[in-house]
T-cell receptor, first 112, second 110 residues
Framework: EAQVTQNPRYLITVTGKKLTVTCSQN?????MSWYRQDPGLGLRQIYY???????DKGDVPEGYKVSRKEKRNFPLILESPSPNQTSLYFC???????????FGPGTRLTVT | AQRVTQPEKLLSVFKGAPVELKCNYS??????LFWYVQYSRQRLQLLLR??SRESIKGFTADLNKGETSFHLKKPFAQEEDSAMYYC????????????FGTGTRLTVIP
């Protein structure tokens, strides 16, 4: 089944403890992206990647890192999480021939 | 610069009533616009794109270049339409990005 997967789905952590949220897609898509969803603010893009080893900042990249070593994986790294990064995170992918994006199930992160 | 505006954060309609979710964009030319929907506790999924000019689940959206709008409409709302709706125009700089509006939460009252 073609899909985008994220792990973990739920995470509660403490301020300053490094964490990684994984994202994987099995559709051979070149493009991948991370968003955070907050009430009243909608979806805001954190980082995106047009292909392997190519990443760019979105609208809210501060406090986040990403890497794209393989086509299928696009992990989101929080080196030193803070409470303002408590949010619902979505990963998405698409082929470069289309703007249609396929979304993962979301990761709900709470930083205390 | 604001790329897309969804003026209503919340919208409630009664079952069977018409519904219109507004979307205005600030682009030149004819962008390929999308509507995405997020049902409760589910991932975002594509609802429709204007280029296909199709009707999905009874919803349609017409691109109005003069008003730079792409409003989503349905003549008779159903309870299962209750969800979060996002209008999404694409990045015009060459990247594959979509820019999502702030979303409108639609509640259909039985």
């Amino acid at each position: 089944e073609a899909q985008v997967t994220q792990n973990p789905r739920y995470l509660i952590t403490v301020t300053g403890k490094k964490l990684t949220v994984t994202c994987s897609q099995n559709m051979n898509h070149e493009y991948m992206s991370w968003y955070r969803q907050d009430p009243g603010l909608g979806l805001r893009q954190i980082y995106y990647s047009m292909n392997v080893e190519v990443t760019d900042k979105g609208d809210v990249p501060e406090g986040y890192k990403v890497s794209r070593k393989e086509k299928r994986n696009f992990p989101l790294i929080l080196e030193s999480p803070s409470p303002n990064q408590t949010s619902l995170y979505f990963c998405a992918s698409s082929p470069t021939t289309s703007f249609e994006q396929y979304f993962g199930p979301g990761t709900r992160l709470t930083v205390t | 610069a604001q790329r897309v505006t969804q003026p209503e954060k919340l919208l409630s309609v009664f079952k069977g009533a018409p519904v219109e979710l507004k979307c205005n964009y600030s682009y030149s030319g004819s962008p390929e616009l999308f509507w995405y929907v997020q049902y409760s506790r589910q991932r975002l999924q594509l609802l429709l794109r204007h280029i296909s000019r199709e009707s999905i689940k009874g919803f349609t959206a017409d691109l109005n270049k003069g008003e730079t709008s792409f409003h989503l409409k349905k003549p008779f709302a159903q309870e299962e339409d209750s969800a979060m709706y996002y209008c999404a125009p694409p990045d015009q700089t060459g990247a594959n990005n979509l820019f999502f509006g702030t979303g409108t939460r639609l509640t259909v009252i039985p």
